[in-house]
């Protein structure tokens, strides 16, 4: 009785065909750039993780909206989930017409926020116009609506002084609210505030336009 042929290749199963080989080395799409590296490529200074963010003292807390409900161990599990950035006089932190899923937490110093306008159809060489929305200060949130609906940004936000600001990720406050579900809901519900009082502010700010028509 002859040997078998170890080096003999299994016949195909009945019906079917021979299997192709899988391909390999295929291209592979391009990973996105994490929070860290947007940040460095808009030209910030990204010095870490916003670790004892209490040790900025308890004005921190009076000063923001956003943190005025929160203890000081809250505090510092908040800025455990956040980035600290640093941008000189000058320099753009949000700019408008960009994508972005993160807001700011300004920490010090003073942001111009800017909205640009077209210019209008009956001088279409004019350049666009910008307007100042406002000037906004420690303890202020930007940022944040682009965050929630991954839409581009409203307004430019540029540092009029040596600015520090606390960086958030859409990321980020999931991972906060499956870790410390506690802090976690706090936050939401003060950005939600935040978000209707911004509405609120608009709707009026509309209501006397038109009522000086």
Same mark, same amino acid.
């Given at each position: 009785m002859a040997a078998a042929n170890p080096l003999k290749t299994a016949a195909p199963p009945e019906g079917g065909n021979t299997p192709l080989p899988r391909e390999t080395g295929s291209a592979k799409p391009p990973a996105l750039p994490s929070l860290e590296e947007q940040l460095q490529q808009a030209g910030l200074e990204v010095l870490g993780s916003c670790q004892k963010m209490s040790g900025r003292g308890p004005e921190l807390l009076q000063h923001s909206a956003l943190l005025e409900d929160f203890t000081m161990?809250?505090?510092d599990t908040l800025g455990d989930a956040m980035l600290l950035i640093r941008a000189q006089?000058?320099? @753009?932190? /949000?700019?408008?017409g960009d994508a972005?899923?993160?807001m700011l937490l300004l920490l010090s110093g003073t942001v111009d926020v800017t909205k640009t306008t077209?210019?209008?159809?009956?001088?279409?060489?004019?350049?666009?116009?910008?307007s =100042?929305?406002?000037?906004?200060?420690?303890?202020?949130?930007?940022g944040e609506?682009?965050?929630?609906?991954?839409? @581009?940004?409203?307004a430019t936000c540029t540092a009029i002084d040596a600015v520090e600001a606390a960086v958030l990720s859409r990321a980020a406050i999931g991972q906060l609210i499956r870790q410390h579900p506690g802090v976690g809901a706090k936050l939401?519900?003060? /950005?939600?505030?935040?978000?209707a009082q911004r509405l609120r502010n608009?709707?009026? =700010?509309l209501v006397r336009l038109l009522q000086k028509q």
């Open positions: 161990k809250e505090l006089p000058g320099q @753009v932190l /949000i700019a408008e972005g899923d993160w077209p210019a209008g159809d009956d001088d279409p060489d004019a350049g666009d116009n910008k =100042r929305l406002g000037v906004t200060t420690e303890g202020a949130v930007l609506m682009s965050m929630f609906d991954r839409d @581009v940004r409203y939401m519900v003060k /950005i939600t505030q935040l978000l608009t709707s009026n =700010r």
